[in-house]
């Protein structure tokens, strides 16, 4: 295999991985993983890549969704728009809570607001949303349509986006024998979802669903059903994990202690610097080029090989841009509030639909990294 083709395999890869992580970790991995690869010096590949580029920035929307086999798989766990300014060598991440309320134009010119993350599953439905738009229609639909609801709300021209199959990763860990996580805190999770559960009624009768109904809406509902989760346990320190209690460990969303995000962001990155050690352990062993055939079909892009070239050139520079991570949240710009039907979504403390605040909040934090 050519440098060239192994470099654009391995920014695929990269991409994945970073849709599931911190910029601080996706970066790092960037910049090891350049060393292998690249031997051009970094100040003349940097400038080739600013000479290529009008605006001297990239914006690119990372997803990361279940995959088959997985209770809403086309839902996307993870959105960030990855923001390059590549004459200030800033690096900005901006994560987009997957809660928050947004308009999706699932019928031609017709919008109906849902969670943030619909919007890749309806640019892929062909089904019940067969009169879109054809900018959001096809194999690529999903992530165009996300690219324009993420643009709506941050006011940020979205130019391309790399969504990762987490399902596929599964089979990934698994070709490579499992891998080494350093667990950074204990926790349990008693609400884990048990795939082809979904709909069990856990030996409730029909009074006694009413009554749960009654009483309870959203999660809380659903926890009623307990025989629909299993109970996950996981210990501090460096354990062995193959595929499926790896996707687990990351997705894990309900631990009473080290729960929510902020923990989900610490576990994926664990697993990626137990999935860098084993891929460096296979370049040296010269077995990396048939795991990454594997890998990269996990990825859908619309990147053409022109800027993922353009990636490849300012890979050598990378350890020298500067790294800040941006989060819409409720101690900021975000408020909390329920849907008509009950869902716990996030909307602008401005009000619905409105981003003018939000917008601002991101340039501002934007221009703070400069």
Not at 1 to 9: A, E, F, G, L, P
Not at 52 to 57: A, I, L, N, R, V
Not at 103 to 116: A, E, M, Q
């Amino acid at each position: 295999m050519t440098k060239n083709k192994t470099i654009r395999k391995l920014l695929k890869v990269l991409a994945a991985v970073a849709a599931v992580t911190l910029v601080l970790v996706s970066t790092y991995f960037y910049a090891k993983f350049s060393k292998i690869v690249v031997k051009k010096n970094a100040d003349e590949q940097l400038s080739e890549a600013l000479t290529q580029t009008e605006d001297k920035s990239l914006d690119i929307l990372l997803l990361g969704y279940g995959g088959p086999g997985h209770e809403g798989s086309t839902l996307s766990d993870s959105l960030i728009l990855l923001h390059t300014d590549m004459e200030n060598k800033k690096v900005a991440l901006i994560t987009i809570p997957r809660d928050l309320w947004v308009p999706i134009p699932y019928d031609w010119d017709n919008t109906k607001n849902y969670k943030i993350n619909m919007a890749y599953a309806i640019g892929l439905d062909e089904v019940r949303y067969a009169n879109k738009k054809p900018e959001f229609r096809g194999d690529a639909g999903g992530g165009q349509m996300a690219k324009h609801v993420v643009g709506e709300v941050t006011g940020i021209k979205v130019e391309n986006f790399i969504s990762v199959n987490f399902g596929g990763l599964i089979k990934i860990i698994d070709i490579l024998g499992g891998i080494e996580v350093d667990v950074p805190k204990t926790f349990d999770d008693y609400f884990y979802p048990i795939e082809g559960k979904e709909n069990e009624i856990c030996g409730l009768t029909p009074s006694e669903i009413a009554q749960a109904h009654a009483k309870y809406s959203g999660f809380d509902l659903e926890k009623q059903f307990k025989c629909r989760y299993e109970h996950l346990h996981f210990d501090s320190g460096k354990q062995k994990l193959d595929g499926v209690s790896a996707l687990k460990f990351v997705r894990s969303r309900h631990a009473d202690a080290h729960g929510g995000d902020f923990a989900r962001s610490e576990r994926q990155y664990a697993l990626l610097v137990g999935l860098k050690e084993k891929l460096f352990s296979l370049s040296t062993l010269g077995n990396l080029d048939a795991v990454l055939d594997q890998l990269t079909e996990t990825v859908t892009t619309d990147l053409d090989l022109g800027k993922i070239d353009e990636f490849a050139s300012i890979l050598p520079g990378v350890e020298e841009f500067e790294v800040k991570a941006i989060y819409l949240t409720e101690e900021n710009i975000l408020r909390s509030d329920k849907s008509s039907d009950g869902q716990f979504i996030l909307v602008s403390k401005e009000g619905i639909n409105k981003w003018i605040e939000v917008q601002q909040f991101i340039s501002a934090q934007l221009s703070l990294a400069q």
